[in-house]
């Protein structure tokens, strides 16, 4: 029904930058919220940022100031500007997306598959 493909990650040293994108696809009325979640080895899944409908954005205090959350003019694709990297960014980071599916009309949660964030010299 709907789909999140992720592209972006990769192995950048400290102090660099990565750029995350994350485009939904599919049986799509509206997209509720959208935005990014991370996991790194032997931690909790966490909240990274998101970004509402109306286009408010929220930040984990860790993130602010060095990421940007941003989207198209069409609201299907977001994208993660992450900047002054450090190693304890690493981990899987994955797009998520409360969907109003158009042949359901009901409101679902998607996950994408993850893409990987190494932050190392």
């Known amino acids: 029904q709907v789909q999140l493909v992720e592209s972006g990650g990769g192995l950048v040293q400290p102090g660099g930058s990565l750029r995350l994108s994350c485009a939904a696809s599919?049986?799509?009325?509206?997209?509720?919220?959208m935005g990014w979640f991370r996991q790194a080895p032997g931690k909790q899944r966490e909240l990274v940022a998101t970004?509402?409908?109306?286009?408010?954005?929220q930040y984990a205090t860790s993130v602010k100031g060095r990421f940007t959350l941003s989207r198209d003019n069409a609201g299907n694709t977001v994208y993660l500007q992450m900047n002054s990297l450090r190693p304890e960014d690493t981990a899987v980071y994955y797009c998520?997306?409360?969907?109003?599916?158009?042949?359901?009309?009901?409101?679902?949660?998607?996950w994408g598959q993850g893409t990987q964030v190494t932050v190392s010299s």
């Open positions: 599919g049986d799509i009325d509206s997209i509720n919220v």
């Open positions: 970004i509402f409908n109306e286009g408010t954005t």
């Open positions: 998520n997306a409360f969907v109003r599916v158009r042949s359901e009309s009901a409101v679902r949660g998607y």
